[in-house]
């Protein structure tokens, strides 16, 4: 069954300091992945996705993540945060339906706090 | 409008009691799907449409919930007799849909409270 496991439930980073959010999957094909954040009370708003092509994928607001196919993982990096980064973050594997994205199977999350 | 819309934004039910949850997706997307998200969870799928038709309803938790789209746009999400258990955010996304690898786009959610 497919799954997404992202092993760390909190993680406290200093304001400029680098991150790297964990998370690895299963699932039996070469899957689509995307990163989310949510902000308390809002909706999920998409970070970066990869579909094919180049490992290491570019997202907005300074992020990126690299899909390492032999160890199932997709982790989430930032070289420098920012205290509006402080919020919860999502690892999503996307079933494939034919060509296009189905119904993502998510994370249980990772929550971010950034001290000054 | 240029994202995806839902209404309510909160909903408070007695328990028992019957709710309708709506989603207006972006228009001209094909999927529409729907989650649902626990307190500390992440979303859990529900339902998924093509179109009108629901080519997907494994994620339904039981048979009091319900969900119709029934021109292809506009999806309803129904709770019958609604449990204190069924308290959570419902989310809704929809997608370009087809052959296109195109990622969902996510509405606000409607946080329901079952008392």
């Known amino acids: 069954a497919q799954s997404v496991t992202q092993p760390d439930i909190h993680i406290t980073v200093s304001e400029g300091a680098s991150l790297e959010l964990r998370c690895n999957y299963s699932y039996g094909a070469t899957p689509y992945l995307f990163w989310y954040v949510q902000s308390p009370g809002q909706g999920l708003q998409l970070l970066l996705k990869?579909?094919?092509?180049?490992?290491l994928v570019q997202g907005i607001k300074g992020f990126e993540a690299e899909f390492k196919r032999s160890q199932s993982s997709f982790n989430l990096r930032k070289p420098s945060v920012h205290w509006s980064d402080a919020a919860e973050y999502f690892c999503?594997?996307?079933?494939?339906?034919?060509?296009?994205?189905?119904?993502?199977?998510f994370g249980k999350g990772t929550k971010l706090s950034v001290k000054p | 409008g240029a994202g995806v819309s839902q209404s309510p934004r909160y909903k408070v039910a007695k328990r028992g009691q019957d709710v309708a949850l709506r989603c207006d997706p972006i228009s001209g997307h094909v999927s529409l799907f729907w989650y649902q998200q626990a307190l500390g969870q992440g979303p859990e799928f529900l339902t998924y449409?093509?179109?009108?038709?629901?080519?997907?309803k494994s994620g339904l938790p039981s048979d009091r919930f319900f969900a119709e789209r029934p021109e292809g746009s506009v999806s309803t999400l129904k709770i019958q007799r609604t449990q204190q258990e069924d308290s959570a955010v419902y989310l809704c996304a929809s997608s370009l849909g087809g052959t296109r690898r195109t990622e969902a786009f996510f509405g606000q959610g409607t946080r329901l409270t079952v008392v």
């Open positions: 449409f093509q179109n009108e038709a629901q080519l997907d």
């Open positions: 999503a594997v996307g079933l494939r339906l034919g060509g296009s994205q189905g119904n993502l199977i």
């Open positions: 990869y579909f094919s092509g180049d490992t």
